[in-house]
Nanobody, 122 residues
Framework: VQLQASGGGLVQVGGSLRLSCVAS??????MAWFRQAPGKEREFVAA????????YYADAAKGRFTMSGDKPKRTVYLQIDSLKPEDTAVYYC??????????????????WGPGTLVTVSS
């Protein structure tokens, strides 16, 4: 299984970015976005369950983050609007078969991509 995320970069406060992640190899039920800021633990952002296509968000991500997915292409996207300095982090995509109540748990994801760095300057 390989995952490759892209789309990160340096952006000013208030700007937008669209991250992409494509998976190859074995298929899993869910794909998710997590992020890890310097000195902090990896935190859940959003996940999509391919069976039904519904997206689930962390409470902190509701409103400015929009996750979408293209199942045939095994690709997920994360649109981030109104970027803030605290959004600065490495954004990772992961795949797994977590049940609904565990989508937020990073330990439930079997494979991760190398991440893409988002830096928001003020």
């Amino acid at each position: 299984v390989q995952l490759q995320a892209s789309g990160g970069g340096l952006v000013q406060v208030g700007g937008s970015l669209r991250l992409s992640c494509v998976a190859s190899g074995r298929t899993f039920n869910n794909m998710a976005w997590f992020r890890q800021a310097p000195g902090k633990e990896r935190e859940f952002v959003a996940a999509i369950r391919w069976n039904g296509g519904r997206v689930y968000y962390a409470d902190a991500a509701k409103g400015r983050f929009t996750m979408s997915g293209d199942k045939p292409k095994r690709t997920v996207y994360l649109q981030i609007d109104s970027l803030k300095p605290e959004d600065t982090a490495v954004y990772y995509c992961g795949v797994g078969n977590a049940i609904l109540s565990s989508l937020h748990d990073a330990d439930q994801y079997h494979y991760w991509g190398p991440g893409t760095l988002v830096t928001v300057s003020s």
